[in-house]
């Protein structure tokens, strides 16, 4: 009898984990064993404030780098156009007729989140991709080499939910709230544990770490950043604030960087920052390029003339160390 309560405890366990799991989308690596992509975030303004600039180097860049997919961090769509990557430029580069990953920004929720969500994004355009929260493995023969957990943070900030009052957010399928959000940090937290790829690199719209004017987003350092921490995750690339941006962490492997350049910028806000920590901080716009290899992660920022503002990359060996 008490085996048999047990048992019944361990069905429903399974049941409960099992309808959490994120969607997991699964990619080899190109030939020579690498991967490139480019990182855009916070455009979708059509063209403006030099989107068109930044779109033009993409192409440039994502040919010389033979880029496999672009990543979005979010606000894509500034005004209510749903036509996602309608700028000519995102267009006429062949480089950039590739897998687009994206997650939501808090611009997008303001919007028809569903819309943006639906497959009838992804059929007008089949490069876009965006869910709330997923998964991709990128495998190199049986080597697990990279792999990348894109998470959902507007739910996450408070402020939204408090004071909405000069915006109207679209909250349908996150509600109740409390429990999208153990949800999701108990999925992210199970995902990265099992995770026995290389590299784990984390994207979400909102800023972790940041001098930018939105700064450090509190929520996220209380809830996220421990479980990133824990279970030692090398990037975490976020847009949010309108700026290019590296942080290294002391208290962690972890590197931070902004990617939120993608239209409008040069806001003027930059706030202090421990110098050791600050490795780059640019108030324009540009784009950011990674090169991950089983052994080796370059990073590149570029601004809109396609100049190189920074460079970062860090090695591990091939085999773990025992
Ligand atoms: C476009 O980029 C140039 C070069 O960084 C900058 O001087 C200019 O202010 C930018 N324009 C806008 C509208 O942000
Ligand atoms: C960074 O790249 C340079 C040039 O390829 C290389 O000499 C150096 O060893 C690399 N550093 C790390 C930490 O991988």
Not at 182 to 193: G, H, I, T
Not at 202 to 207: A, D, E, L, Y
Not at 276 to 292: C, H, I, L, P
Request: charged share 20%.
């Amino acid at each position: 009898m008490g085996l048999q309560l047990v048992f019944i405890g361990t069905i429903a366990l399974c049941l409960v984990v099992s309808s959490a799991v994120l969607e997991r989308f699964e990619q080899a690596l190109k030939q020579d064993g690498s991967l490139s992509f480019l990182v855009i975030g916070d455009w979708g303004r059509k063209g403006a404030y030099n989107q068109s600039k930044v779109a033009f180097q993409m192409g440039v860049i994502g040919q010389q780098l033979d880029i496999d997919f672009v990543i979005s961090t979010g606000d894509n769509f500034y005004d209510s156009g749903l036509t996602g990557i309608d700028d000519p430029d995102f267009d006429t580069a062949s480089s950039l007729q590739k897998q687009w990953y994206s997650v939501l920004g808090n611009h997008d929720y303001r919007g028809n989140v569903e819309a943006q969500l639906s497959p009838v994004l992804t059929n007008l355009d089949k490069r876009w991709l965006c869910l709330r929260s997923f998964i991709c493995l990128f495998t190199f023969f049986v080597s697990e080499v990279a792999e990348f957990f894109f998470v959902d943070t507007t739910p996450f900030v408070d402020k939204y939910f408090i004071e909405p009052k000069d915006h109207v957010y679209d909250w349908s399928g996150i509600l109740p709230r409390k429990q999208y959000i153990s949800n999701l940090l108990k999925d992210v937290d199970l995902a990265l544990q099992q995770s026995n790829a290389k590299w784990k690199i984390v994207v979400g719209h909102h800023t972790i770490r940041s001098a930018g004017v939105h700064g450090n987003t509190d929520e996220l350092v209380k809830q996220l950043l421990p479980i990133l921490e824990a279970n030692n995750i090398d990037l975490y690339i976020n847009g949010h604030d309108h700026c290019l941006q590296h942080i290294s962490s002391f208290d962690s492997a972890i590197q931070f960087l902004t990617c939120g350049g993608g239209s409008k910028a040069w806001r003027g806000v930059v706030n202090w920052w421990k110098p050791e920590e600050m490795k780059f901080y640019y108030d324009g716009q540009g784009v950011m390029s990674v090169k991950v290899t089983e052994t080796e992660i370059d990073i590149v920022f570029y601004d809109v003339y396609g100049h190189v503002l920074h460079k970062w990359n860090t090695s591990k060996q091939l085999h773990a160390s025992w």
